[in-house]
């Protein structure tokens, strides 16, 4: 235990802030994807029966994959790099694989609820303020850089929060 609290106290702040800011954006990156996953009624049997919806969610999830690979490569660069900035490339990857996650999660979801579900839309427009962060990469703090995606993706899940619950009360016959 001594040790620990040895190793804590010579963690330099920066660092610290870093770690903290690592963790909340992968913890924001699971919550957003599970978050969706249990409100598509029926899905599960759409994806049994074959066809098109499978193939769209599989294949569908490649670039979901691909962008949790950009932004997770980044993010361990973040946490080992022992610079107060990242350089333009991570910086984009973190921003641009945060982007791509959100894109792909909403595209798989519109497969099977179509482009106008709510949690699409929010989806879309959060990949595209998370854009929007790419002029200030490489400019901030890495705490701060990791910690804006984070941020947009916990308001994200947090929004989406009341259209899941409607649309899972409508499939149930419940009213909303």
């Known amino acids: 235990m001594r040790s620990v609290v040895r190793c804590a106290a010579r963690t330099p702040p920066a660092a610290a802030a870093t770690g903290a800011a690592a963790f ?4 924001g990156l699971w919550w ?10 029926g899905g599960h049997a ?5 066809g098109r919806l499978m193939h769209v969610y599989v294949l569908g999830h490649l670039p979901v994959q691909l962008g949790l690979a950009l932004a997770g ?7 080992v790099g ?8 991570p910086a984009g990857c973190v921003v641009g ?4 996650f959100l894109v792909s999660t909403a595209a798989i979801r519109a497969a099977f609820l179509g482009a ?6 929010i989806r879309l427009l959060t990949a595209a303020a998370s854009l929007l962060l790419f ?34 009360s409508a499939a149930q016959g419940v009213p909303g």
């Not at 490569?73 to 946490?79: E, I, L």
């Not at 022992?82 to 490339?89: D, E, K, S």
């Open 24 to 27: 909340a954006l992968c913890a």
């Open 32 to 41: 957003s994807y599970f978050s969706a996953s249990g409100s598509r009624p």
């Open 46 to 50: 759409q994806l049994a029966s074959g």
């Open 73 to 79: 490569g980044a993010v361990g660069a973040a946490v």
């Open 82 to 89: 022992t610079g107060r900035h990242l350089t333009a490339v």
């Open 97 to 100: 694989g945060v982007a791509l």
């Open 116 to 121: 106008r579900d709510t949690v699409v839309v």
């Open 135 to 168: 002029p200030l990469t490489g400019h901030v703090a890495v705490a701060v850089l990791l910690t804006s995606p984070a941020v947009l993706l916990a308001a994200s899940v947090a929004v989406e929060g009341p259209a899941r619950r409607r649309r899972l």
